[in-house]
Nanobody, 116 residues
Framework: QVQLVESGGGLVQTGGSLRLSCAAS????????MGWYRQAPGKQRELVAG???????YYADSVKGRFTISRDNSKNTAYLQMNSLKPEDTAVYYC??????????WGQGTQVTVSS
């Protein structure tokens, strides 16, 4: 049973930092890409960052230089380090498993709120 459980969300002031974690189970974590998406109320879910099985990363333009995606295969966990947060980063953040860069499993999400 594939499971993805996000944690680390919360309330932070503009300019602050948070680190999100995605604990994965039920599949061979190391051979899959992982991604982070976010969705704000009334908006479509959008890509934030991705990392493939070899560690290659990619980011949305809106978060480049501020966010870092990483993975620890020994812990079956993906991370999203978020620095210099802005109010427009406020959203529910979702972790996903990917095949060839295409999401195929999703976690339940964790709320990130950045106050102005």
């Amino acid at each position: 049973q594939v499971q993805l459980v996000e944690s680390g969300g919360g309330l932070v002031q503009t300019g602050g930092s948070l680190r999100l974690s995605c604990a994965a189970s039920g599949f061979a974590f190391s051979i899959y890409g992982m991604g982070w998406y976010r969705q704000a109320p009334g908006k479509q879910r959008e890509l934030v960052a991705g990392i493939n099985s070899s560690g290659r990363t990619y980011y949305a333009d809106s978060v480049k230089g501020r966010f870092t995606i990483s993975r620890d295969n020994s812990k079956n966990t993906a991370y999203l380090q978020m620095n210099s947060l802005k109010p427009e980063d406020t959203a529910v953040y979702y972790c996903c498993r990917q095949s060839l860069g295409v999401p195929n499993y999703w976690g339940q999400g964790t709320q990130v709120t950045v106050s102005s």
